[in-house]
Every structure is written in structure tokens, then in C-alpha cells.
């Protein structure tokens, strides 16, 4: 048996939605041979097995394939090391090396576009269109829908499609990333059916992504 964290991460200001996460943080209860099936029974859009909480080594899997950065994984796992271990400061997936800090409650983690999934961004004219999409471009797998709710303040909506294994994800660190660096500009996104991300840009290249985590229930899962 392997405990199992479940998280909620990018919540509004009430704790509500969020992006469901499935973390084990001793991930050497878990064999890596049995590790991308676990994340296809848990069915999150994303599991991460910690395999050193000192050093912030982490893997980060979706029901069908391993990713190389995500960041709803990060801000998550990152947020419940300090709760249940110790903080950090870095984390380290396969990518390279997420800077982690926190600020008024807000746990964020810095990280390159190029890290993550291809998003491909895709502009509406305004919210309601993104409301009203019934799904991404033809032809794209993993598109970022949005538009601008008030260009002046900085507040975007949109919601993000992975065709290849997730469907329609609820709150998406890296697309935040990969939005806030393509607009060089600090944003606030609503996303899904209520979930908040605040990306700040960073410079050459680079933006962080943050937001407010929940522990839904920690359980027993048979590996």
C-alpha cells in the first residue's frame, strides 16, 4: 500500500475548483514499472510520484504518457512538501530546475514555455466565445482557448484542451506560462469552471504560475 495525497490546486478565493492531483510523496512505494498504469486508474489529468522530497525530485505523469514539466503538478506537490515535509525551493522534474516560492498564500513555480506541452494559443474574440467553444481548433491536439476579460487589469479567461489523453483540463500551469510569456505581461486567468492562476512574467523567456492548493483526502491506494 502507498499513502496518496489528493489536491486540489489553482482554487478560487473561497477554496472552491481547482485541478484535481493525485501526489505520492514517498514515491518509492510505488514500483516504476507500475507507475503510469497507477496514474491511468487514478484518472487525474496529472499524478506525481516524489522520489526525493529533500532535493525536490519528482515525476509527473498523465493517464497516458509522462511529462517532462507540468504546472499544476508543481505548484501542488511543491505546497504539500512544505505542509507535510519540508519546504523547498527548487523542484527538480526531468525538464531541469522549477524555482518554488510563496507569497500571501499563493504557491508559485518558475519555468520556461518550451518546458511543457506545445500549447498552441489560440485568441477569441471575448469571454463568451470561450465559453461557447465546444473545443479546440481542428487539427490541434493541445490548444489554449482565451480571450481578454479586462485587457486594462490583466484578467483573461480561457480553457485548455489535451485531445491526446486528458480532454478539457480544468487549470493549466504550463498553457498560464506559456500565455504570460507570449503576452510579456503579469495576467490573472480564469480557467475552466471556476479556477484561478496568477502568472507573472519574468523576463528572457521565462514566467512563474501560482495559485491556492486544498487537500481533498489522503487514502491508502494498493500498488
Partial sequence: ???LHV???????????GNPLG??????????ERRQE???ELGFSETVFVDDAADGRIRIFTPGLELEFAGHPSVGTAWLLGKERQPVSVLRPPAGEVEVRVDGGLTFVAA????GPDW?????????????????????????????VDDAEGTARSRCFSLE???EDEATGS??????????????????RGSRLDAHYLGEGRAEVGGRVVIDEVREFRV
Fill in 23 to 32: 501526489v505520492f510523496l514517498d514515491g518509492d512505494e510505488v514500483p516504476e
Fill in 112 to 115: 520556461r514555455p518550451e518546458w
Fill in 7 to 17: 489536491l486540489r490546486v489553482f482554487c478560487d478565493a473561497r477554496w472552491g475548483f
Fill in 165 to 167: 489523453d486528458i480532454g
Fill in 175 to 192: 498553457a498560464a506560462i506559456c500565455l504570460c510569456v507570449a503576452l510579456e505581461r503579469d495576467i490573472e486567468i480564469l480557467q475552466g
Fill in 38 to 40: 497507477v496514474a491511468a
Fill in 1 to 3: 500500500m502507498a499513502e
Fill in 120 to 148: 498552441k494559443l489560440v485568441q477569441l474574440e471575448d469571454a463568451l466565445a470561450v465559453e461557447e467553444a465546444t473545443g479546440p481548433p481542428e487539427g490541434e491536439l493541445e490548444a489554449c482557448l482565451w480571450a481578454w
